[in-house]
């Protein structure tokens, strides 16, 4: 059984790790890419053309023509949850398996939106670049996050997880999801337009999708309070990006936070990231030990299923799984 682990070796030593490839290695043989610049189509076909499985992490894309054009591949095994870059129809018609992994970043991320909050309200993040300056730095009045009000937009795994830890602090909580259900009495579940207006801090934790493109837009900003915060931890598309920007620039909201965007990479994006009232990250709310362990691990977990023929967790089209023999196909 051979497998393809796509990660460049920066993305090997950040986001998989010396025990996820040595459970790999394990049970099969693995081939490594080593460029450090990330698979295309055709560098993707080329380099699986003799695989079993690919396990791709989420800068490798799995457009519709690799499939049909790998007709060894019985799996498409992706290390992170999001596979929008994946054409799972194409998969499937291939009769090609795609796995997603789960959100081991759960604590990871809260954490992040947490020390965002602290940040946001205390200025730190200028404060400490004044004093790197070399320039004395503004004393400002800030706000406690105990007593404030905390506006949660999506409540799965992480929006639950970050609404504990609120409550812990003392803070209000908001709940904004109309596919959830919230049975936690002290947590108030409210349409999204009323949150915007009541919220000290929005966090956009929501799924992204055609559904969610652009929620965070124009007449959702207008909606915020003067003294807010807005900080996305989901994907830069849930963010009309321009609106935002002007926004920040005309100190209709107090500022925003961020760790995704619309540059390459899911990254914030560089004109959004410059402003003075905004705080941004290079996408590493999941870039802790654990998080990243978790994920890399489960894709062994995943190809140790496949090889059996067994469904794994994570699967997405398991109904369409017709390349589960070890023979190729011909």
Not at 73 to 86: K, S, T
Not at 157 to 173: N, P, T, W
Not at 201 to 226: D, F, K, S, W
Request: proline letters at 6%; hydrophobic letters at 45%.
């Amino acid at each position: 059984m051979k497998v393809l682990l796509t990660h460049t070796p920066q993305s090997r030593a950040q986001y998989y790790g010396a025990r996820a490839i040595s459970g790999l290695q394990a049970i099969a043989e693995v081939k490594l890419h080593e460029s450090s610049d990330a698979l295309d189509a055709a560098g993707l076909i080329e380099a699986a053309g003799d695989v079993d499985i690919i396990v791709a992490d989420r800068l490798t894309a799995g457009p519709g023509e690799i499939f049909p054009a790998l007709p060894n591949l019985r799996a498409f095994v992706r290390c992170a949850v999001d596979i929008r870059n994946v054409d799972v129809d194409a998969a499937s018609a291939a009769g090609i398996l795609v796995t997603r992994a789960g959100p081991g970043f759960v604590p990871s991320v809260a954490e992040l939106a947490l020390g965002f909050m602290v940040d946001l309200s205390r200025g730190v993040s200028r404060a400490t670049a004044d004093y790197h300056a070399g320039r004395k730095p503004e004393i400002v009045m800030g706000r406690q996050l105990a007593g404030s009000r905390l506006g949660i937009i999506g409540y799965g795994s992480i929006g639950r997880y970050l609404a504990d830890i609120a409550k812990v602090l003392g803070m209000e909580v908001l709940v904004a999801d109309p596919f959830a259900t919230v049975s936690d009495a002290g947590i108030r579940h409210v349409p999204l337009d009323d949150l915007l207006r009541r919220a000290d801090y929005v966090v956009c934790l929501a799924v992204a999708n055609a559904q969610t493109e652009n929620l965070i837009g124009h007449a959702a900003l207008a909606r915020m309070q003067p003294h807010a915060f807005f900080i996305n931890l989901s994907r830069g598309n849930l963010v009309d990006e321009a609106a935002l920007a002007a926004a920040l620039r005309d100190n209709r909201i107090a500022g925003a936070a961020m760790d995704v965007g619309r540059a390459p990479d899911q990254m914030p994006s560089p004109e959004l990231a410059k402003l003075p009232n905004v705080i941004a990250t290079p996408h590493i709310g999941g870039l802790t030990p654990p998080a990243i362990e978790s994920q890399a691990l489960e894709t062994v977990r995943q190809v140790e299923a496949v090889i059996r023929c067994d469904v794994p967790p994570g699967a997405v089209n398991a109904a369409h799984w017709r390349r589960r023999s070890l023979e190729p196909s011909r």
